[in-house]
């Protein structure tokens, strides 16, 4: 597969289970989101951030408004991530399997796996941590996704093996970044009123009241 075509595209995307991770103290206290962990009871970590229980499971939803990867369009399609890594596992390596959306067609699959497991290089590999750190796909396929990312709210649908809702956004909450969609933009922390996960071990949970993060995002390569 050709490594290095062109690629731009940019849409919203949403992320379930995290740590917070604060730098600095009072009101100049600032909210970073780094990583996507389930952290039960807590959505704080310490400066410097492992999370509280070291065991970090997510799921990570996008919706693709407009772009395109060379001469292949990828403009409304759907992605979805299911991760596992552990913070005292060394290099805390990513278990990852992920879905494309099956609305699409083969050359728009292999498009979009290429460029969210970093094969295509460009940002994915500043801000994609599964593509810069030791990391096991277990694999991909096409599925039938309904994402919905109405603001503070919506949910997410894969089949009968990923289930999600969100409960509400924080109150309140610090201004919050994330590496994935990039420390430059804005986004905003939320609560799951529900995440279920069904996929063989070690990619199978279930959270609830846990800490998500949603935003916009923009994405290129060259």
Known sequence: MELTRRFVFHGHAAALGGRIVRRGEGKNAKFVKDGFIDVPGSALTVAGGRS???????????????GRSGDTDLSGLGMVIVSRYHDDEPGSPWTYALFVDGRGRSEQWEELVAIFTGGRGGTPLEQFPWAWKPSTLVG??????????????????????VSLTIR????????????????????????TELLDVHLEAPLEFRLTGSCGYESTFAYAGA
């Open 52 to 66: 509280t229980h070291g065991l970090c499971l997510g799921t990570l939803t996008w919706w693709i408004e407009q």
């Open 140 to 161: 991909w396929e096409p599925a039938e996704i309904a994402i919905d990312h109405a603001p503070g709210r919506g949910s997410v649908q894969v089949l009968d093996r």
């Open 168 to 191: 509400g956004p924080v109150e309140d909450a610090q201004p919050v970044t994330c590496v994935i969609p990039g420390h430059h933009r804005a986004g905003r922390e939320v609560y």
